[in-house]
Nanobody, 124 residues
Framework: QVQLVESGGGLVQAGGSLRLSCAASGRTFAGYGMGWFRRAPGKEREFVAAIRWSGDVSYYAESVKGRFSISRDNAKNTVYLQMNSLKPEDTAVYYC?????????????????WGQGTQVTVSS
């Protein structure tokens, strides 16, 4: 079992930046692939970014490529999402998730463990 707690959300103006953190506890964090997903009002949860257990492979949704960066610190049991050049359409609840296979999966169904989410609101 892995417990995930996100933090770092908030209100920011368009063009600004935020860094989300996801702290993990429980089983060995280092072996898990980690992902970030988001759900905007009235929309389905969608993939944002994912990182392999070793940190050497990552994937991004086209909508955030070049603006967002995922990273992890296995010594601190934490994964990060650096979000730059934020747009109003990035407004959503952001969730981190853990995949026991260790892969950097883009598929929502690959993740068995989820955090409670953190709200990001980007004003125009």
């Amino acid at each position: 079992q892995v417990q995930l707690v996100e933090s770092g959300g908030g209100l920011v103006q368009a063009g600004g930046s935020l860094r989300l953190s996801c702290a993990a506890s429980g089983r060995t964090f280092a072996g898990y692939g980690m992902g970030w997903f988001r759900r905007a009002p009235g929309k389905e949860r969608e993939f944002v970014a994912a990182i392999r257990w070793s940190g050497d492979v990552s994937y991004y949704a086209e909508s955030v490529k070049g603006r967002f960066s995922i990273s992890r610190d296995n010594a601190k049991n934490t994964v990060y999402l650096q979000m730059n050049s934020l747009k109003p359409e990035d407004t959503a609840v952001y969730y981190c998730a853990a995949d026991a296979s260790g892969h950097a999966s883009t598929l929502l169904g690959a993740y068995a463990y989820w955090g409670q989410g953190t709200q990001v609101t980007v004003s125009s």
